[in-house]
């Protein structure tokens, strides 16, 4: 079993940037694929970046693309998404995800991933 933990979600103005983390516990050696999602207040939960240890990917949904970076502490079995330049459509409860599969990609809503956080809020003020 593996436990994620989101934290560093907060409030900030438009144009800020924000650090989130995703602390893992557990068997987190067999998560050889991790993301992150994110689920906005009445919409469908999306896929945000992932990294895939084992081929050393990465992906970036294009709302992201340019402004959000993935990327994971194994020392630490930690990963992180650095944000710049957020904007209000950023607002949303953040999730981190793992796979224990080598997988390269992940669906857009996270379909078929094996752990879950319980998520960390964003908030952007305009």
């Known amino acids: 079993q593996v436990q994620l933990v989101e934290s560093g979600g907060g409030l900030v103005q438009a144009g800020a940037s924000l650090s989130l983390s995703c602390a893992a516990s557990?068997?987190?050696?067999?998560?050889?694929?991790m993301g992150w999602f994110r689920q906005a207040p009445g919409k469908e939960r999306e896929f945000v970046a992932s990294?895939?240890?084992?081929?050393?990917?990465?992906y970036y949904a294009d709302s992201v693309k340019g402004r959000f970076t993935i990327s994971r502490d194994n020392a630490k079995n930690t990963m992180y998404l650095h944000m710049k330049n957020l904007q209000p459509e950023d607002t949303a409860v953040y999730y981190c995800a793992a796979s224990v599969l080598p997988i390269t990609t992940m669906s857009p809503n996270g379909y078929g991933l094996d752990y879950w956080g319980k998520g960390t809020l964003v908030t952007v003020s305009s």
């Open positions: 557990g068997d987190s050696f067999n998560t050889p694929a």
């Open positions: 990294f895939s240890w084992s081929s050393g990917l990465l």
